[in-house]
């Protein structure tokens, strides 16, 4: 990894926005968005976050939480916003905030929030370092601070799975 690779980076400075107006052909019977509508929209955001942060491909390894606050109707734009929260070795967690707009009305509303893990990759497709992540402020700290508890509780997790296994 040359010296630029290394050097820390804030997740401000490789935040992802992607918006969409939702059409009659992303809805459900009941003018809801499909889930996997939206996942599909989290995870391209999640992904250009995470490929600005590493500066290399990365691939999706999991979304972890997907939190459905409430339903998105036809015609509103869905804006996702995606940040770096953690940092690990080769992987990173990506926080995505999502919302609802009513451009009619103006008004907006929180839907969703989901987190995600990527893996960067070489030009091999292999597991390649990670730049550290630049901590900015108390968010940017109590959000690294969250990440690695959670890559801790699932590691932990799998571990003790493991060990239930014949």
């Known amino acids: 990894m040359s010296e630029k690779e ?38 391209r955001a999640a992904a ?19 939190d459905f606050k409430q339903p998105i109707y036809t015609g509103e ?10 940092v690990g070795r080769t992987s990173m967690e990506v926080g995505v905030r ?7 009305s103006g008004e907006r509303r929180h ?9 960067a990759i070489d030009k091999d ?3 390649c370092r990670v730049r550290p992540l630049e901590l ?9 601070r969250e990440g690695r508890r959670r890559r801790e509780v699932r590691e932990a997790l799998d571990r003790e799975l493991d060990e239930e296994r014949p």
């Open 6 to 43: 290394q050097s820390p980076k804030s997740p401000a400075a490789s935040e992802s926005i992607v918006s969409e107006m939702m059409m009659p052909h992303q809805v459900n019977n009941l003018g809801h968005v499909f889930g996997g509508e939206l996942l599909s929209m989290v995870d």
């Open 48 to 66: 250009v976050a995470a490929m600005r942060h590493a500066g290399s491909a990365v691939v999706t390894v999991s979304i972890d939480r997907v």
């Open 77 to 86: 734009l869905v804006t996702c916003t995606a940040r770096v929260n953690y």
């Open 98 to 104: 999502v919302e609802a707009e009513n451009l009619i």
């Open 111 to 119: 839907t969703n929030t989901c987190l995600l893990t990527f893996v």
């Open 125 to 127: 497709h292999r597991p």
């Open 136 to 144: 900015e402020d108390g968010e940017d700290e109590r959000r690294f």
